[in-house]
């Protein structure tokens, strides 16, 4: 099989997103893509996937005020393997040098992306590594590489653990030649997927006419940013296939700010306030005429004005919580809570930093979702809830119980006037 994206992660957003636009990519243009997938940890569900080949994605929402729906079929997945387990690693550089391979593809989570001494792949980074290698030493021509991790300029961040990883087993020159070559694309997206749709699957596999154990929902609105050259739309031509993607020389950085403070920032700040109080869904704790009013406080009176406090931004903040509202939306926040404990730094301490900058006080209600957190994670690594127990997956990460330990943890680094004052807030409170 000849691939032409080679494709770390099969989480339901990189289905519902990326595999979605290379489906649309194809109705539109003709353009088929094959990708292969890899497994970017030992536990997955790669080789489930290959094995039906195809799944559907079910998109929900409101355009131009009227509500829609649609039940697409993805067939873009032609390969797979779990490089952890038997020949996978072997599967995996055996793709990497198919002739038609063009594209890079990843999304493992804001924790993904990391270097870590060893002395052989065992990481997205890492995995990535051995797979340039293998092309470079091949002559294969260079790729376009697109993560999609929820991290600050995600592409540079990765080419630069690759780098680190091929001094480490001291690659030679001839790699960091192509290395360099490759285009290593920064990207910001944006697409709320709750994933399996558990109270419709059954009708909609009746529908289908077969089981579709890998359906995965989302909303209709989407939006990719990439920040490069235009060149990535020769290799993809999302333009072509009426899709919502900018390509920007350098304002990436707006959107990602707006997007991760906002969105993803509201998204992260409620989780402990809402499963403390026996909420599980998004919407239900939206719509709760308990903390409503606390969620508009804090994005029009402590995100934005951080961020940027003109009209735009409080437009898109008014339009996230309105998609936060889209009635077909089962966003669970068990879901939305793994790791926990790295999303807090790049979700929530810009506006924590920002807002006590510009106005010398820690954000009122912010603070109050802060507090929840500790009480979260003040446990021994499963938390009883009101609506049952939850494993908190990145307890691990914690580096103690203590105030001063947590706050390290969410938020490594905070400059000692915040840390003292955040530190002695949270005391305060953990002795009521």
Request: glycine share 6%; hydrophobic share 55%.
């Given at each position: 099989m000849d691939y032409t994206v080679l494709q770390f992660g099969e989480g339901n957003f990189i289905r519902a997103f990326f595999d979605w636009m290379l489906e649309r990519i194809a109705a539109k243009t003709g353009e088929k893509h094959?990708?292969?997938?890899?497994?970017?940890?030992?536990q997955g569900h790669v080789d489930?996937?290959?094995?039906?080949?195809?799944?559907?994605?079910?998109l929900r929402g409101f355009r131009n005020g009227n509500y829609e729906e649609s039940l697409e079929s993805i067939d873009v997945i032609r390969g797979g393997c779990n490089p952890f387990e038997g020949d996978g690693m072997s599967s995996m550089l055996a793709a990497a040098l198919s002739p038609s391979l063009k594209v890079v593809t990843s999304n493992t989570t804001e924790a993904g992306i990391f270097f870590e001494e060893h002395p052989k792949p065992h990481n997205y980074p890492s995995l990535l590594t051995a797979v340039l290698r293998e092309r470079s030493a091949a002559a294969l021509p260079p790729l376009s590489?697109?993560?999609?991790e929820l991290i600050e300029n995600n592409g540079q961040a990765l080419k630069a653990c690759i780098e680190r990883y091929a001094r480490l087993w001291k690659y030679d020159d001839a790699f960091f030649d192509y290395l360099d070559a490759c285009r290593f694309y920064d990207t910001l997206v944006d697409r709320i997927v709750p994933g399996f749709p558990a109270k419709e699957a059954p009708e909609l596999c009746r529908k289908l006419g077969k089981e579709d154990p890998f359906i995965t929902s989302g909303e209709l609105f989407?939006?990719?940013?990439?920040?490069?050259?235009?060149?990535i739309l020769?290799?993809?031509?999302?333009?072509?296939?009426?899709?919502?993607?900018?390509?920007?020389g350098d304002k990436l950085g707006f959107y990602r700010d707006r997007k991760v403070r906002i969105l993803n920032g509201v998204h992260t700040a409620s989780v402990p306030v809402a499963l403390l109080n026996g909420i599980e869904y998004v919407r239900d704790f939206v719509e709760d005429p308990r903390f409503a009013p606390r969620l508009q406080s804090l994005v029009h009176d402590e995100i934005v004005p951080a961020f940027s406090d003109d009209a735009e931004a409080h437009r898109y903040g008014d339009d996230v919580l309105e998609r936060f509202r889209n009635p077909a939306l089962e966003h669970a926040f068990r879901s939305i809570a793994l790791n926990s404990v790295a999303k807090c730094n790049t979700r929530l301490r810009p506006t924590l930093e920002g807002?006590?900058?510009k106005f010398n006080a820690l954000p009122p209600v912010l603070t109050t979702c802060i507090e929840a957190m500790t009480d979260l994670y003040y446990c021994d690594g499963i938390r009883d809830l009101p609506g049952g127990p939850y494993i908190l997956s990145d307890f691990e990460q914690l580096r103690g119980r203590t105030i001063p330990d947590m706050t390290d943890s969410f938020f490594p680094g905070l400059n000692a006037p915040l840390r003292k004052e955040l530190v002695e807030r949270l005391e305060r409170y953990r002795r009521k």
């Open positions: 094959a990708v292969f997938l890899v497994q970017p940890i030992a489930e996937l290959v094995r039906a080949g195809t799944y559907s994605v079910l590489i697109m993560p999609l989407h939006l990719f940013v990439i920040q490069g050259g235009r060149e020769d290799v993809l031509p999302f333009h072509k296939a009426d899709l919502n993607v900018i390509v920007t807002y006590h900058a």
